[in-house]
């Protein structure tokens, strides 16, 4: 037989032995869990940007032989950008591993949208875009879009023209594009389950937006959409208003000074079947210094300010959703570490702590859906777009996918330095999964009731692309094949929770009431 892992690297499970005496021990009973909300059972999403499907720009990856805060792209927005071919949603390895995800929906979504054109019915299309376009979306590669979503069980949400191309004389928002898209979209046999208007109205690009866009504009042009799509799709569901939020203490020049509010309260009223927007925690090096007050530093990613900075914006669209639009789901349907395309640290274990501790929170608080950007790009991608390889997170997103449950559940309050979530686990009655994620360089204990299965995992170095689950490292079989995801069966029910870990901690005879299939 042969030698297990953990007895060569014992740090690597303490969570599955005794660890510190029982004095340092937090006890937890899972049965009494209370239960807190529902979320949708595809709350963990994924974006792919429209230029994805359409080529064009993107964030150009970070060189790895720079250093945080040095690399000279950052002072030069020209030079941090760079061209993005489509990109090939028939690859196996890639629908390989975002079939593992499944369920979920994936937005085609970002600044690309706001001004893509595609063809009228019979036209061929145009080599370069029309006057009021910016990029061109043909048949062939929305086709490939929506046989990818089919493929990968995932439901489609995107956006809609608004630049100047689809603009009548008097600059009201007319459905030139969105009518032969959808058109197109029936005839395949495909389906767009929530679409939104603008991407992120109150952070115009030029070219991409009308100029000078106000609340009442915005109402207007969200009318007009509202009724073109109640008579031409009326099983899309409407979403709004999709507008750009920071975590940074601090106004943002890139942003308009138009509220969330503003645009939900303008006449005529958006009617919006789901209530939408976008957040980032920070701003990436690429657009702003590591050490300004929009940035954000390695050093900082594991400090309660920094995991804490979703909650101020998700209260706030909670409170804006129950007075506009009250019983619509919430959805935050563009995330991620920090806009101009992630941190440096992004695509290693490091992010994982603010991935897997943003998804429980905001779960637990009142979020229904969160559409992580993105499912496949550079530095900011659960898998690696020019690899196709998966970055840290990926490795997490797996676990959620496999054992976290849609009912939430009150793990109680978290100790210093230790965040503990719960859920239902996933299609086991009673079962429950408790999330620990130990944010210091020192073991926990917990002590539970029952026996558990465990699910560790921790990496080489914090800044590491390699991800350890209970010691061993995880990677494809082939490009066909995941991973089997084993746990081990703990000893005794004293678990010490390993140094800078995250924990998935299922207990299938937790017998929780809560728990009903």
């Not at 063809?119 to 061929?124: A, I, N």
């Amino acid at each position: 037989m042969k030698k297990s892992h953990l007895l060569l690297l014992p740090i690597a499970c303490t969570i599955c032995g005794a660890g510190p005496g029982p004095d340092a021990s937090i006890q937890l009973d899972p049965r009494a869990f209370q239960f807190v909300r529902e979320t949708d059972e595809r709350f963990q999403s994924f974006q792919i940007g429209m230029s994805h499907l359409t080529g064009g720009e993107t964030w150009k990856s970070y060189e790895p032989s720079k250093t945080e805060g040095s690399d000279p792209q950052a002072k030069n927005f020209d030079a941090v950008r760079e061209a993005r071919a489509p990109t090939d949603l028939a690859n196996v390895r890639l629908r390989t591993l975002a079939s593992g995800l499944a369920p979920f929906y994936v937005r085609y979504g970002g600044t690309t949208t706001n001004s893509v054109y595609f063809p009228q019915p019979g036209e061929k299309a145009p080599a370069a875009p029309p006057t009021g376009f910016q990029t061109v979306l043909t048949p062939e590669a929305w086709k490939g879009a929506v046989d990818f979503a089919r493929a990968v069980n995932a439901k489609i949400v995107t956006g809609f023209t608004v630049s100047a191309g689809v603009r009548d004389s008097s600059g009201g928002w007319t459905p030139r594009v969105a009518a032969p898209w959808l058109e197109y979209t029936k005839s395949i046999g495909g389906e767009i389950y929530a679409a939104e208007l603008f991407n992120e109205p109150n952070a115009p690009e030029p070219g991409h937006m009308p100029k000078g866009q106000t609340a009442s504009a915005y109402a207007a042009d969200f009318a007009a959409f509202s009724k073109f799509m109640r008579e031409f799709a009326p099983r899309v569901k409407l979403a709004g208003p999709g507008v750009a939020t920071l975590g940074v203490p601090m106004p943002m020049p890139q942003l308009e000074e138009i509220s969330a509010e503003q645009y939900m309260a303008a006449t005529p009223r958006p009617k919006m079947d789901i209530v939408s927007y976008h957040f980032y925690g920070a701003i990436a090096e690429r657009c702003a210094p590591p050490t300004s007050p929009a940035g954000i530093t390695a050093d900082k990613a594991l400090s309660e300010e920094w995991l804490g900075r979703p909650d101020l914006q998700l209260q706030r669209f909670r409170a804006l959703r129950d007075r506009f639009a009250p019983g619509a789901p919430l959805w935050l349907t563009e995330t991620g570490a920090a806009a101009c395309g992630g941190t440096r640290w992004q695509p290693t274990f490091l992010d994982t702590f603010r991935f897997v501790d943003s998804q429980a929170r905001m779960a637990k608080q009142g979020l229904d859906v969160t559409v992580t950007h993105a499912l496949i790009s550079g530095s900011n991608g659960v898998i690696d777009e020019k690899t196709l390889q998966p970055n840290a997170d990926y490795w997490a997103a797996l676990l959620w996918t496999k054992l976290v449950g849609k009912k939430v559940l009150d793990a109680g309050t978290s100790p210093s330095g230790l965040h503990l979530y719960a859920h239902c686990q996933k299609g086991v009655k009673g079962g429950v999964t408790l999330l620990a994620i130990n944010l210091e360089p020192a073991s926990k204990v917990v002590s539970l009731p029952n026996d558990a299965q465990v699910y560790e995992l921790t990496a080489p170095e914090l800044q590491s692309r390699t991800v350890l689950l209970n010691g061993t490292p995880l990677a494809l079989v082939n490009d066909r094949t995941l991973p089997t995801l084993k746990p081990v069966k703990s000893r005794g029910t004293k678990l010490a929770v390993a140094p800078s870990s995250v924990n998935f901690v299922v207990m299938p005879n937790a017998a929780n009431p809560a728990c009903t299939l």
